[in-house]
Nanobody
Framework: QEQFVESGGGSVQAGGSLTISCARAGSSLVDKAVGWYRRAPGKERELVGRIGSGGDTFYVQSVKDRSTISRDNGKDTIYLQENRLRPGVAAVYYC????????????????WGRGTQGTVSS
C-alpha cells in the first residue's frame, strides 16, 4: 500500500534547525512535485513549501529566508530543513504529492501519512 513516511522530527532548541525527510512506501517520488505541510495544535494544516520534479522550490513567506526543501532522487527522498526556529513552536509536519488541478492550482489527492512531530523548546 502506498503511504507517505515522514521522519526526523523531534525536539530542538530555539534558534536551532530541524531536518525532516519524506519518502513514499510503495511508489517513487522521483518525478513528482512534493509539498511540505505542517499543522499546529488547534490549527489547520498549512503549506510550508514545495519542490518540483526538476528541483524548483517555493516557500511561504514565514519560512522563506530560513528554510530549504531539497530532494535526493538517488534515495527517493524529499527533505525540509527549517532554521532559526522560534521557541514554543510545535507542529506535525506532513508531505504529499502535488498535482496541477483545474486552473493550474496545486492540489493534494492522496491520503496523508502520519507526519512527524517537531517541537521547539526555549
Amino acid at each position: 500500500q502506498e503511504q507517505f513516511v515522514e521522519s526526523g522530527g523531534g525536539s530542538v532548541q530555539a534558534g536551532g534547525s530541524l531536518t525532516i525527510s519524506c519518502a513514499r512506501a510503495g511508489s517513487s517520488l522521483v518525478d513528482k512535485a512534493v509539498g511540505w505541510y505542517r499543522r499546529a495544535p488547534g490549527k489547520e494544516r498549512e503549506l510550508v513549501g514545495r519542490i518540483g520534479s526538476g528541483g524548483d522550490t517555493f516557500y511561504v513567506q514565514s519560512v522563506k529566508d530560513r528554510s530549504t526543501i531539497s530532494r535526493d532522487n538517488g534515495k527517493d527522498t524529499i527533505y525540509l530543513q527549517e532554521n532559526r526556529l522560534r521557541p514554543g513552536v510545535a507542529a506535525v509536519y506532513y508531505c504529499n504529492i502535488l498535482y496541477k488541478g483545474a486552473g493550474g492550482a496545486w492540489c493534494v489527492r492522496d491520503p496523508w501519512g502520519r507526519g512527524t512531530q517537531g517541537t521547539v523548546s526555549s
